[in-house]
């Protein structure tokens, strides 16, 4: 004894079937917009307009001549030390700075990490996070003296 199949049938099996993909759809797009705004950079314009003085900072930097080598050290519980060692165009120490570190996830906001290094011999500065999640991180290295920044760096950084 089967069933005769009709068009009563035919249009509640599509019914039901659209209503599984539309509502799959919609967590989808619930979960995506909830997740992460997509906001890379606030007050993007105004700061597109500030272009040129970026590039003459960046200019003023490169003049200087200073490089910074950064070693890493893991630490128990998925804790970091950095040291940084800043030199002038002459390979000599520099020594007096404000070192800071800011440490971004490229994937989740709100875990940003900062801390500035104190300066623990001549030109050499170090600094301890306690726990960081593993994973990709960016590394971004400011030194300054005063309120201009003589120095920047964006690095990546993984951590395993």
């Not at 997509?38 to 003049?63: M, P, V």
């Not at 804790?79 to 007096?96: C, F, V």
């Amino acid at each position: 004894m089967s069933k005769e199949l009709t068009g009563k049938h035919v249009f509640i099996m599509l019914s039901v079937f659209f209503g599984i993909i539309f509502s799959a759809s919609g967590m989808l797009v619930y979960q995506a917009t909830s997740s992460w705004t997509g906001l890379e950079t606030k007050d993007a314009f105004r700061k597109g307009l500030k272009y040129n003085q970026q590039l003459s900072k960046s200019q003023a930097q490169n003049n200087l001549g200073w490089t910074m080598t950064v070693t890493r050290k893991k630490l128990p519980l998925d804790g970091l030390s950095l040291q940084a060692s800043p030199k002038d165009n002459k390979g000599e120490s520099l020594s007096g700075l404000h070192i800071n570190v800011l440490l971004k996830r490229p994937t989740h906001t709100g875990i940003d990490r900062t801390l500035q290094l104190q300066e623990t011999d001549l030109g050499l500065y170090t600094g301890q996070f306690k726990t960081l999640p593993l994973g990709k991180w960016y590394l971004h290295i400011t030194a300054d003296r005063g309120s201009d920044i003589l120095y920047r760096s964006k690095n990546e950084l993984y951590l395993r």
